[in-house]
Each structure stands twice: as structure tokens, then as C-alpha cells.
């Protein structure tokens, strides 16, 4: 079994916390962890793109000269694809990126997202969060203490009002609770800073 050292809000070391090897310490699956980034992605695609054919152009009912005789090629529609102002051919139209996943691939993916962090040295468990003020300053105080730089996501068993608001003016730090946490998320910082609880919230969802 894996331990983690347990850290306080000073950066000090006050205790070990063991991990499930279920959930911090498998073989990460990169190709589910992969399907799982991709429809993360997606999900946030609009899919709204969308070009006119020549069939919905204003215009064009006219045929511009007669078939024959004028020395012109043929034309139908001033609205033809190769004219000004015609319609576009094969452009986008509104769709969906919706990807499919079952429950069991998510939570694997979640799994090797986590073993991940915890195989790059990448995981920081806190004793707790409990801040006294709700201003930024005491927050990055915090986060220099314990070493967490870059990107950073936070995840508590229960949002504060203090550390939402500590945290909200942080460009690099995203705040989640533990029932809320994801992938594409934990996949794109470069720290993981968690509160023991919320360790502890879970593993008894993912084990």
C-alpha cells in the first residue's frame, strides 16, 4: 500500500495517509484515458458552424441568359456555388460531438488519471483547508508553502465560501469538490492539491 505524506497549511509534514492501489496506484489504460480527454473536449463544442447552400441564398431565381447563342457557358442560378455571392459547397452545418462512454470506462479512466498523478510525484494531500480569510494573498501563501506551481487543481470534500473566494482571482487554480472532479481536469495540471476527506470521498466511489 502506498502512503502519501500529510501536509498543513505551512507546507509541514503531519501525518501519512495510505491510498488504495484500486484507485491511486493501477496500470493507467492511455487509450481509455484518451476516449475519455476526447469527450471531455467535445462536450464543450458548440457544433453551431454553419453555412448557407445555394438553395438557401437570397437571390438567384432568374436564370441569367438564355441556354444557347450568347457565347456563355450554361448558367441556372446566379446563386451557383461559382459566383459571387452563391452558395457554399459542403461547408459545416450544425451538429453534434457527442461521444458515448460507459460508466465503467469513465471511472477508468478516472482511476488512471490519478495513478498518474501520484507516479509523477504530482499529488499533494492537505490535512485540511480551512482558511481563516477569504483573500488571495493568504491563499497563494498556502499553495508557495506546500510547492504547488503551474496549474493547479484544487479539490476539497466541501466548497467554503473562503476558498472560493481565496481562489477565485487565481488565473492557474481550478476548484472542485470531490464529487465533481474529472478527468480532463486532473489530466491538465501540473499539481493536484487534495484535502484528506476528500481523498477518502473518493475512493469509496471508485474502489
Keep these: 500500500m502506498k502512503k502519501q505524506p500529510i501536509l498543513d497549511l505551512t507546507g509541514t509534514k503531519v501525518g501519512d495517509l495510505t491510498l488504495n492501489e484500486n484507485v491511486w496506484g493501477i496500470t493507467p ?36 441568359w438564355r441556354q444557347k447563342g450568347t457565347g456563355h457557358a450554361r448558367q441556372g442560378s446566379t446563386r451557383a456555388p461559382q459566383w ?12 453534434t460531438y457527442f461521444k458515448k462512454m460507459n460508466r465503467k470506462e469513465r471511472r477508468l479512466a ?8 501520484t507516479q ?28 504547488a506551481n503551474k ?33 480532463l481536469d486532473i489530466v491538465a495540471s501540473d499539481n493536484l492539491v487534495i484535502t484528506k476527506e476528500a481523498v477518502k470521498q473518493i475512493e469509496e466511489v471508485l474502489a
Design 151 to 183: 496549474n493547479i487543481l484544487i479539490v476539497v470534500e466541501e466548497l467554503t465560501e473562503n476558498v472560493i473566494l481565496s481562489t477565485r482571482n487565481i488565473p492557474n487554480v481550478v476548484l472542485l469538490q470531490a464529487n465533481e472532479i474529472n478527468t
Design 29 to 64: 489504460n492511455d487509450a481509455v484515458l484518451y476516449d475519455a480527454i476526447t469527450l471531455a473536449r467535445n462536450s464543450q463544442r458548440q457544433g453551431t458552424a454553419k453555412t448557407k447552400t445555394r438553395s438557401e441564398v437570397s437571390g438567384g431565381g432568374r436564370k441569367p
Design 110 to 117: 478516472l482511476r488512471s488519471a490519478l495513478s498518474y498523478k
Design 120 to 147: 509523477d510525484q504530482e499529488l499533494i494531500v492537505l490535512d485540511n483547508l480551512n482558511l481563516e480569510t477569504n483573500k488571495t494573498k493568504d491563499m497563494l501563501k498556502v499553495l508557495e508553502a506546500i510547492k
Design 84 to 95: 459571387v455571392g452563391g452558395g457554399t459547397v459542403f461547408g459545416p452545418q450544425p451538429r
